[in-house]
């Protein structure tokens, strides 16, 4: 595969099938265009379609049904009613971080003062570490709460356990072999745990608490939905399924957030050049998250912590300020890992399965990231480390053909360490042990992925004639578009492809990333955006098939239509 063809993995359309006719008459109170989307969307039934759309109020699951809760409500009342110290040990990341900040003002508005620790991803890494138990201690604290962390850490929960102090740990990741021996456990993948919904983010986890503790001891001034904004940034940010609870909890939050009394929230949305009177969940993931993160990849998460909770507008205008300026300098630094990246990889065998690139001059911070972007341009698993001291330690990412943790427990004895999920995960090993987990890895791969042919899919809702398409049919597409929000992982923004669409004109941006066109069929131009796409300037098509989202694009205080275009074909008949 050469530098110059390596982004045109050709991505497969499938186009849904049209909504039944015995489905369309039920869900009858609702446009064609909106039904095909619900169909879609595998709500079928008009009940399913007024709770989808937030027609009919559903009752929150109660945090009791949690394993667990009970124990952890009386853990805090305990600590609060006897003046105990207590620490809130959160995680780096973006989910972390709002839970660590959700409970920081849980506490602070019931009078208590906890201690925050959040470890450095550069000394300490992921999750609890021995030295900061350690510390902890000597500090005199009695309880240790976990958010979005814990769940895995056996040894370090029973040293805690061991000096004296009280352990609650709150996760939502998959747990090892042998749980931590931690006075509760708050995490709904457990063994025997009945909670229904299953998919709640770190931060989701940190606001039963605060829901169960309430109903528990009233508290009248205190109202739990006052932290629903944080609930929606962490949990769009890591990534969680939008449907079910947590659909409700980020439509809610959002809601919120558009007339927050938040300072560092106002402010960050100000530098992040989004309308908050617009902001909806993309928002929150491409534009909001990454600055978030920034804090914890580029310097310390304490930043964005306290971005999140200070009252001083000053100082949330200083903070946002620093996190924007964090943010280009990551975005810099990863865009030249991952250039660097593919280029190595265009020169390798295209039947290589599996990209691996480690480095001195790669940023730890940020090789997760880059490794992101190298698995979407080559649609094979990536992984990039950085080398330092010996040790690699290295980001994984992944295609859904390819269960990375899966492969990696298939190397657990080259490994020093290593963990994650089915898309992504993390790994350290000796550098003298490279070669021998590469060709490992390597061959599992070829192993795994043998005879599949390996394409990114495309879920196409609807496809669409440009010419047929008027400007007053615009406002009733946008409108039902619309009430699919907040959507994500499990409920996917509406996408739709036109073919045959003539190229009016073309030109790029952004140093040549990106692609600006004018698309026309018939009487109508439409104006659409490209991004990462700015190849096919070197061999442009007079006709363009093209997949897409609607988006309403504002510059210099006007808005307009334009499409968001996903993938780009030369058409095939004109």
């Not at 780096?92 to 900040?101: K, L, N």
């Not at 980020?250 to 100000?270: D, E, F, N, P």
């Not at 009252?311 to 865009?335: E, P, T, V, W």
């Not at 006007?558 to 780009?568: A, E, T």
């Amino acid at each position: 595969m050469s530098e110059n063809n390596h982004q045109l993995i050709k991505k497969r359309w499938t186009v849904s099938p049209l909504i039944p006719p015995h489905i369309s008459r039920e869900l009858d109170e609702h446009s064609p265009f909106l039904r095909q989307l619900l169909f879609n969307r595998g709500i079928t039934s008009a009940e399913a379609a007024r709770a989808y759309l937030g027609e009919t109020s559903s009752t929150p699951t109660d945090p009791f049904a949690l394993k667990d809760m009970d124990k952890a409500v009386a853990l805090i009342h305990h600590a609060l009613t006897n003046n105990q110290n207590v620490a809130i040990y959160g995680d780096y990341d973006t989910d972390g971080v709002t839970s660590s900040a959700l409970l920081y003002e849980f506490f602070d508005q019931l009078g208590h003062s906890p201690r925050v620790y959040i470890p450095n991803r550069f000394d300490e890494g992921y999750g609890l570490n021995l030295d900061a138990i350690q510390q902890l201690a000597s500090e005199g604290i009695n309880l240790i709460i976990t958010v979005d962390c814990g769940i895995k850490s056996v040894e370090e929960v029973a040293l805690a356990r061991s000096l004296g102090m009280s352990v609650i740990v709150t996760d939502h990741h998959l747990s090892g072999k042998q749980l931590p021996d931690a006075n509760a456990i708050i995490d709904p993948h457990q063994d025997g745990d009945p909670y229904p919904y299953k998919m709640l983010a770190g931060v989701g986890m940190a606001y039963k608490i605060a829901v169960a503790y309430l109903q528990t001891f009233s508290h009248p001034e205190i109202d739990p939905r006052q932290w629903l904004d944080l609930v929606s940034i962490g949990t769009v940010v890591d990534i969680a399924p939008l449907d079910g609870e947590n659909r409700a909890l980020v439509k809610a939050g959002l809601q919120q957030m558009r007339s927050t009394q938040r300072q560092g929230l106002y402010s960050l949305i100000q530098a992040s050049g989004i309308k908050i009177e617009q902001l909806n969940a993309g928002h929150l993931g491409f534009g909001i998250g990454p600055r978030l993160n920034a804090a914890g990849r580029m310097d310390s998460a304490y930043a964005a912590f306290e971005l999140l909770t200070t009252k001083d507008l000053f100082r949330a205008g200083s903070l946002a300020q620093q996190l924007d300026n964090l943010n280009s300098q990551r975005k810099d630094i990863m865009h030249t890992i991952q250039d660097r990246v593919i280029r190595e990889a265009s020169a390798l065998d295209p039947d290589t399965p599996v990209i691996i690139s480690v480095s001195e001059e790669y940023e730890e911070g940020v090789v997760g990231l880059a490794a992101g972007k190298v698995t979407e341009t080559f649609y094979k698993p990536a992984i990039i480390g950085r080398v330092e001291d010996g040790m690699v330690k290295a980001s994984c990412r992944t295609i859904p053909e390819f269960n990375i943790v899966e492969a990696l427990d298939l190397c657990e004895d080259l490994l020093d360490h290593h963990g994650g999920h089915a898309m992504a995960a993390g790994l350290s090993i000796k550098i003298g042990q490279l070669e021998a987990f590469s060709e490992r890895i390597t061959r599992i791969a070829h192993e795994k992925l043998d005879g599949m042919e390996l394409a990114p899919e495309l879920w196409i809702d609807y496809e669409i004639s440009l010419d047929r398409l008027k400007p007053e049919h615009i406002p009733g597409i946008l409108s039902d578009i619309a009430k699919l929000e907040p959507t994500g992982t499990s409920n996917p923004d509406a996408l739709f492809c036109s073919r045959n669409c003539r190229v009016a004109r073309a030109y790029t941006v952004g140093d040549g990333r990106h692609l600006k066109l004018s698309l026309g069929s018939g009487l109508h131009q439409f104006d659409a955006i490209a991004f990462n796409q700015g190849h096919w300037m070197q061999d442009m098509p007079q006709y363009m098939d093209v997949a897409y989202a609607f988006e309403i694009n504002t510059y210099q205080g006007r808005q307009s239509l334009q499409l968001n275009v996903k993938d780009i074909k030369a058409s095939e008949l004109v």
